[in-house]
């Protein structure tokens, strides 16, 4: 085996990146108080094509030098909007069809890896909005309670969550995987 170099990856432009069509996902960062975060959420929205991110609250925006070290330009690539309120952002997801889960644990949450069997009962050309909370609070209540769902990754150690920017990238895949490649649960 050979490492591929760059030119071999036949990488989007960040203009073919624009015009490209995107996984029906927007990501919405509830709170996000690290720059490192943010950037790594923009990376992993550019790696799998997301419509957009929106940054809420405190959460920074580009440009920033601290975003920039994580995204690698990611955050030129891959479109954003910024709310005052994370609950302002759902509610203009939600008017214009979004179907939106909190990631977050909650009662009656549903695993992750049961994401698939809910994609396939839903219409499609179904849109989907994803909320990742602070480093420290999670997604706060009043936008749980706004959303349509909400999903859990599966833990087995002796920590009761992820870093937010693994998560996402662990989110956005499993939305990628099913959408945009088709996998579907086993029979």
């Given at each position: 085996m050979r490492k591929l170099?760059?030119?071999e990856m036949n990488r989007l432009t960040v203009e073919?990146?624009?015009e490209a069509p995107k996984l029906p996902l927007v990501v919405v960062l509830d709170d996000v108080r690290s720059l490192y975060n943010v950037g790594s959420v923009f990376r992993s929205g550019d790696a799998f094509r997301i419509e957009r991110?929106?940054?809420c609250g405190i959460t920074a925006t580009p440009p920033n030098a601290e975003i920039h070290k994580t995204a690698l330009g990611g955050e030129d690539s891959v479109?954003?909007?910024y709310y005052e309120t994370t609950e302002e952002a759902v509610e203009a997801l939600r008017?214009?069809?979004y179907f939106v889960y909190s990631i977050e644990q909650v009662k009656g949450s549903t695993m992750l890896q049961d994401?698939?069997?809910r994609l396939m009962g839903a219409p499609s050309g179904r849109r989907y909005a994803v909320i990742f909370g602070n480093e420290v609070k999670g997604v706060k209540q009043s936008v749980v309670d706004l959303s349509d769902g909400c999903l859990e990754i599966?833990?087995?150690g002796t920590k009761h969550s992820l870093n937010v920017s693994v998560t996402a990238g662990i989110v956005i895949?499993?939305?990628a995987r099913h959408l945009l490649l088709g996998d579907s649960p086993a029979e």
């Open positions: 170099k760059t030119i073919e990146f624009k991110i929106c940054l479109d954003w909007r008017g214009d069809g994401l698939g069997e599966p833990q087995f895949w499993e939305f």
